[in-house]
C-alpha cells in the first residue's frame, strides 16, 4: 500500500513577521522537520499550490519567507495567525552540509535566495565550529526590499557578512551587483571550500562565472533551483530540465551537473 | 496471507473491528465500552499505516486517552443525542447516521438506500437483530454489524474469493458511499473531541479496510498465465462481453459524429462500449486510451478551510480496453512515471491502472502517420486476449476473401456466412469463457513495414546537448506554432498535469483540488509562483517536447525504450499542419551534421 504523497494536511499559522512590504516570515505549526535547503508544497483551497523553502525551524513549527508576487502569496498574506494553510512535504534533496565541515564557506544569495540557506546559515552560527570560515555576499534590490534585516546584522557578528543594494547607496549597506564583491573573497587563499549560490537564475549564472574568474573550482559550487512545482514528487512534469526533475534531483546541485541543464 | 488460519485470523480481527465500530453508533457510550475503547488494537500502527486519514485518527485517538479531554460520559451522551439525533435543535440539523439521508435528493430517511439494504439483507436471510431496537437497516451501526457478519460468513467458506468480493461490494457501495461526508458532518455538529475523533476514525478504518480487501482480491485473482487460441462466432463474443460487464466496464475507441477537431465524421476517442459494433477498428482513434485510467480531469480530495478528505475510487468493477499494441506499449510509459519515477507511486493513477486490462486488437493496417515500427512499439506482449477484430470495413480486400474461404469452410449458418474472430487469451481469469469454443492455432499479427520511418537522433555524447539546444532550426516553430497544445492532449504517453481548486459555490468553504492534464506547449507551464516564465516560446517548446519523447524520457529510464511510441497522432491532430515526424527526422539529420562537423 501506498502512501498518498500528494495529498495536504492543514497546519496553524502560528505567527507572522513582516520584513517588508512585499516579505513576511510565516511560523507554521508541524512535526515534519526539513533538512537544509528542501521545500514544501504551500497552498490554500481556491488559490492553488506552490513549492516554498523553509527559512527557519525550530521544534514542532517550520517557517517560511514568503515574497508577494503571485496570487497564491497574496492569498497566503491575508490571512492571520490561527488560521490554517495546507502543507505537504519536506520534498527535495538538501545542501551537503557534511560537506562543508572544516572548510571555508561561501554564500552568495540574491533576494529572497537567502531564506534557502537561511536554517543552514542559523545551524552555522549555532555551531561556529564547523566551518573554518564563514562569508556571505547578500544582494537586494533596494533598501526597501532587503530581507532578515536581525539576521544580517546577527551574521555579520560572527561570519564575514557583505550585505549590498543593486544601485542603491545606503549606510550598512555596500553598492553594486553580488558579482562585484566576490573578488573581495580569497578564494584563492583556500585551502579547501564550498560555494553555495541562490537566486535567481541570471544571478546565479554570473555568480558562478565570477567565483570561477576568482579561482573557484566548479565541482566546488552549489547552486539551488526555483521551478514551477505542481507535484513534488516526480509525477506532474512541470519542474523537468532535461533528464532532471528539480524535485527529485535538486533543488540543490552541483554546478558540474547544473552548468549542463538547460531550459 | 501465509495459510489458512492466518486467513481466518484475520477475518475475525476484522469481524470484532466492525462490530467495535458498529458499536460506537449504536448508542450512547457506557463505562464498559469507554474502557474498551482505550484498549482496543487496531491492525496496524502507525508505520504501517500508509493511509493517511486513519493514521492520523489513530494519532488522534491516542492523544485522546493519553491527555485527559475532560469529557465526561454525560458529556458525551448529551453529544451523542445532539450530533446523531438531533436533541435539542432546530431539525435538520445533524449528522443523521443514515445512508439514505446522504444519497436521497431531499436528504430524507427511508429511501432507495434503505431498500437496497434491506434486500441484501434478506437474501442473505438475516432477520435484524434484536439489540438494533428501533434503528432502520440503513443505520450506519447496521450497515457496520453486516460488514461484520460478512467477515464471519467469508471465513467459514472455501471460495473466498466471491466472500471478499461481496465484502467489497458492499463496503463500496453501502458504507464508502456515504460515510466519509456524514463523518465530515459529525465534525462540524460534534462538540466533543471524543465524535469528532470518532468520525475521522470511522472513515480512516473503512478506508483502510478497502484497501485491504483490494489487495486480498488481487492476490487471489493473478492466477497462472495460458496461452491458448480460440475461433468465436462475433456474435458469441458479444454474448460474453455481455456477461463481463457485471465485473467489468468495457471500453473502445468509439466515433462521435457530432464533434470532431478536423475530420469532418466526427471525432473518434475512448468510451465505455456496449457491443462490438460500437467499436472503430478500421480508423485510427483521435485520442489515446490513457483517458480511461487518466481522465483529463479527476478529483485528488475535497476540503473546506481545515480539513482535507482524500477522493477515493471506489468502484468495484474491473476496466477491460479494447487498444492497439502501441497504446498498450504507451500506458507502459506512463507507468513509468506515475508508479516508479522518484520511488513512489502516484495512488490515484495505481487504484485506477491496477484495475486494467487489455483487449488487443491487431491493427488491420498502418496508417498515415503511423512509425510504431521504429519506435519497437508494433507489437506487444502485454494483453488479456489478443484478437483478429474484422469489422464491416476493417479488412483489407484479401483478409475478407480469406475470411470468406474459411466461412465457405465452416459451412453456412443459417445460410449467413459465419462471421468469426480469432482470439488468444493469455489471462487465466477469461480462459473459462471460451472452454466451449473450437480451439485453433492463432497467433496475433502485428504491423512490420509502416510508410514513414522515425530516426531517432543519435546524442551519445551529451557534450553535444549545447549545439542541439541552439540548432537554428527550432526557430521556424516560433512561426509555424501556435501553442495550442493538441499535440500534447492526443498523446499516448504524455503525462503531465497540474491541480485546480473547483469551491462548491463561489462563496462556499469546501471545494475539490482536481487535477487536469497540462501541456508544456503553453507557456503557463513553465510559469512559477513568482510569474517568472522559463520558456516562453514555441521554439523551446517544441525542443523541450520532442527532445523528451526521444532523448531524456530514456536517458532518464534508461533501456531501449523511448517515450514515444509513433502513434501519429500529434502530427494528425497539429492544426498547423506540423509533422512532428519531420520535426524529430530534422533533428536526426541535424544531430549527424554536429557530429560530422566536430570530426
Ligand atoms: S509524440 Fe506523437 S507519435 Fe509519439 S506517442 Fe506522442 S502522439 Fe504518438
Ligand atoms: S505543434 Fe501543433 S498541435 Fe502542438 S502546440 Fe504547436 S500548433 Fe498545437
Ligand atoms: S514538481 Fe512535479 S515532477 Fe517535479
Known amino acids: 500500500m501506498e502512501k498518498n504523497k500528494i495529498l495536504p494536511q492543514p497546519h496553524k499559522i502560528l505567527s507572522m513577521l513582516r520584513h517588508t512590504d512585499t516579505e513576511c516570515t510565516f511560523r507554521v505549526a508541524c512535526d515534519n522537520e526539513p533538512n537544509f535547503g528542501q521545500f514544501f508544497m504551500l497552498s490554500l483551497p481556491k488559490v492553488g499550490e506552490a513549492p516554498i523553502s523553509a527559512s527557519g525551524k525550530g521544534p514542532g513549527y517550520v517557517e517560511f519567507t514568503i515574497r508577494n508576487v503571485g496570487l497564491l502569496t497574496q492569498a497566503i498574506f491575508d490571512l492571520v495567525p490561527g488560521n490554517s494553510i495546507f502543507l505537504r512535504g519536506p520534498y527535495g534533496n538538501a545542501f551537503p552540509v557534511d560537506k562543508f565541515e572544516n572548510k571555508d564557506l561561501l554564500v552568495i544569495c540574491g533576494g529572497t535566495g537567502m531564506a534557502p540557506v537561511l536554517t543552514m546559515l542559523n545551524h552555522f552560527y549555532d555551531h561556529p565550529e564547523v566551518c573554518k570560515s564563514v562569508h556571505i555576499i547578500s544582494g537586494f534590490k533596494n533598501i526597501q526590499a532587503v530581507l532578515f534585516r536581525e539576521e544580517i546584522e546577527k551574521f555579520s557578528r560572527r561570519f564575514d557578512m557583505i550585505a549590498t543594494l543593486d544601485n542603491e547607496v545606503a549606510p550598512g549597506f555596500e553598492t553594486g551587483m553580488v558579482t562585484k564583491h566576490i573578488c573581495k573573497i580569497p578564494i584563492k587563499s583556500f585551502v579547501d571550500y564550498n560555494i553555495v549560490i541562490v537566486g535567481p537564475p541570471i544571478m546565479m549564472k554570473f555568480a558562478a562565472m565570477e567565483c570561477m574568474k576568482n579561482g573557484a573550482d566548479e565541482s566546488k559550487i552549489w547552486v539551488s533551483f526555483e521551478r514551477k512545482m505542481s507535484c513534488g514528487v516526480g509525477k506532474c512534469g512541470h519542474c523537468r530540465v532535461g533528464d532532471h526533475y528539480v524535485c527529485l534531483d535538486g533543488p540543490v546541485f552541483n554546478y558540474t551537473e547544473a552548468k549542463t541543464m538547460m531550459d | ?599
Open chain 2, 1 to 599: 496471507m501465509s495459510n489458512k488460519s492466518d486467513f481466518k485470523q484475520l477475518m475475525s480481527n476484522r469481524e470484532e473491528l466492525y462490530r467495535f465500530f458498529a458499536r460506537l453508533f449504536q448508542k450512547e457510550i457506557d463505562e464498559a465500552f469507554f474502557e474498551q475503547l482505550r484498549h482496543v488494537k487496531f491492525p496496524m500502527d502507525r508505520e504501517e499505516t500508509q493511509l493517511t486519514e486513519f493514521s492520523d485518527a489513530l494519532l488522534r485517538l491516542n492523544e485522546y486517552f493519553e491527555y485527559d479531554a475532560g469529557e465526561t460520559l454525560d458529556d458525551l451522551a448529551a453529544d451523542y443525542a445532539k450530533t446523531f439525533l438531533g436533541a435539542g435543535i432546530v431539525e435538520g440539523h445533524a449528522a443523521f447516521p443514515y445512508e439514505s439521508v446522504y444519497t436521497s435528493p431531499k436528504r430524507i430517511m427511508m429511501q432507495n438506500a434503505w431498500n437496497e439494504v434491506t434486500d441484501i439483507y434478506m437474501n442473505k436471510g438475516i432477520e435484524m437483530s434484536e439489540n438494533a431496537g428501533d434503528l432502520k437497516a440503513d443505520h450506519i451501526a447496521i450497515e457496520l454489524e453486516y460488514m461484520a457478519f460478512l467477515c464471519d460468513d467469508t471465513s467459514q467458506h472455501t471460495e473466498t474469493l466471491f466472500g471478499l468480493e461481496e465484502q467489497k461490494e458492499f463496503l463500496n457501495r453501502h458504507l464508502l458511499n456515504w460515510v466519509p461526508e456524514f463523518c465530515l458532518d459529525i465534525k462540524y455538529y460534534a462538540d466533543t473531541e471524543f465524535y469528532r475523533m470518532v468520525g475521522q476514525l470511522t472513515t480512516g478504518f473503512l478506508q483502510f479496510d478497502s484497501f485491504v480487501l483490494d489487495s486480498m482480491i488481487a492476490a487471489r485473482k493473478a492466477r497462472i498465465s495460458v496461452t491458448r487460441s480460440f475461433r468465436v462466432d462475433r456474435s458469441r463474443l458479444d454474448e460474453i462481453l455481455d456477461g463481463l460487464k457485471k465485473d467489468y466496464h468495457i471500453f473502445g475507441p468509439k466515433r462521435y459524429r457530432d464533434r470532431g477537431m478536423r475530420e469532418t465524421d466526427g471525432l473518434i476517442r475512448y468510451s465505455e462500449i456496449n457491443s462490438l459494433d460500437e467499436i472503430v477498428n478500421n480508423e485510427q482513434s483521435d485520442f489515446s486510451p490513457k483517458e480511461v485510467f487518466y481522465p483529463i480531469a479527476s478529483s485528488l480530495f475535497r476540503f473546506d478551510e481545515n480539513s482535507v478528505t482524500e477522493t477515493i475510487n471506489n468502484d468495484p468493477k474491473g476496466i477491460i480496453i479494447f487498444a492497439r499494441p502501441c497504446d498498450i506499449e504507451a500506458v507502459r510509459r506512463l507507468d513509468n512515471i506515475f508508479l516508479a519515477n522518484g520511488g513512489s507511486s502516484d495512488v490515484y493513477y495505481k487504484v485506477a491502472r491496477d484495475k486494467v486490462k487489455f483487449f488487443m486488437m491487431e491493427c488491420p493496417q498502418s496508417w498515415e502517420n503511423c512509425t510504431c515500427v521504429s519506435m519497437g512499439t508494433n507489437r506487444t506482449e502485454n494483453y488479456s486476449i489478443a484478437m483478429r477484430l474484422g469489422d464491416q470495413s476493417g479488412y483489407t480486400q484479401k483478409d475478407r476473401e480469406d475470411r470468406l474461404r474459411e466461412g465457405i469452410q465452416d459451412g453456412r449458418d443459417n445460410g449467413r456466412i459465419r462471421e468469426v474472430i480469432d482470439l488468444q487469451v493469455k489471462d487465466g481469469e477469461f480462459l473459462d469463457l471460451f472452454l466451449e469454443e473450437e480451439e485453433i492455432r492463432y497467433e496475433p499479427r502485428f504491423i512490420e513495414h509502416n510508410e514513414k520511418d522515425l530516426k531517432i537522433p543519435q546524442i551519445d555524447d551529451p557534450s553535444l546537448l549545447p549545439a542541439i539546444y541552439n540548432l537554428e532550426f527550432w526557430q521556424k516553430y516560433n512561426d509555424e506554432c501556435i501553442s495550442c497544445g493538441g499535440c500534447n492532449a492526443v498523446c499516448g504517453t504524455c503525462s503531465c498535469y497540474e491541480t485546480i481548486d473547483f469551491m462548491d459555490q463561489d462563496n462556499s468553504r469546501k471545494g475539490e483540488r482536481r487535477r487536469i492534464w497540462s501541456s508544456c506547449m503553453r507557456p503557463e507551464f513553465s510559469r512559477t509562483a513568482g510569474g517568472n516564465v522559463i520558456r516562453k516560446t514555441p521554439d523551446v517548446m517544441m525542443r523541450f517536447k520532442v527532445l523528451h519523447k526521444v532523448y531524456d524520457y530514456n536517458k532518464r529510464i534508461g533501456g531501449n525504450e523511448h517515450m514515444c511510441v509513433g502513434c501519429g497522432r500529434c502530427t494528425k491532430r497539429c492544426p498547423e499542419d506540423i509533422s512532428y515526424i519531420d520535426t524529430v527526422n530534422q533533428l536526426y539529420d541535424e544531430v549527424e551534421r554536429l557530429k560530422a562537423e566536430r570530426g
